[in-house]
């Protein structure tokens, strides 16, 4: 289940929250994404702390997914990342392309040779976070957690508290 999305992060006014998109996981595989030549705002989260991703003229930014976390028993670790959008008068424009599996398909471990496989730790436990293998079960909670608001008013047998 690939999709694609074409996504605009308009200006805001200070003093305003600059949360493009809220500090996340991709529930997927892998995300390639073209960001609009020269715009920053995308930032990756390394040891703890949020490093501006600069662009790259021609580049492609990629960002490993969570089920690709799973395939490598953690020797791939999904990427934390966020957006700020830009200040008021500017724009950005992104265009991300999610490479996915079928919604009812599990993920299966990846062989990995011996010497990457002692470096596998195994899946980030994070009970805020659960990662499942099932790919329709992870992009399920990634929404409900990026849309509190949705999930409280349409799907509040899903979320607690
Ligand atoms: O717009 C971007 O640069 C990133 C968007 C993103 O992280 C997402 O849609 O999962
Ligand atoms: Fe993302």
Known sequence: MTLIKLVRYPGVRAGESRQGVGGHKDPGVLTMLLVEPGKGGLEAEVDGAWVAVEPVPGAFVVNIGELLEVA???????????????????????????????????????????????????????????????????????RLRAHPDVAARHHPDLVTG
């Open 72 to 142: 490598t028993n953690g020797y791939l670790k999904a990427t934390m990342h966020r957006v700020v959008s830009p200040p008021e008068g500017d724009e950005r424009l992104s265009v991300p392309f999610f490479f996915n599996p079928r919604l009812d398909s599990r993920i299966p471990l990846v062989p990995l040779p011996a010497e990457l496989a002692v470096a596998a730790p195994g899946v980030t436990e994070d009970p805020t976070n659960v990662i499942s293998a099932v790919f329709g079960d992870n992009m399920l909670k990634a």
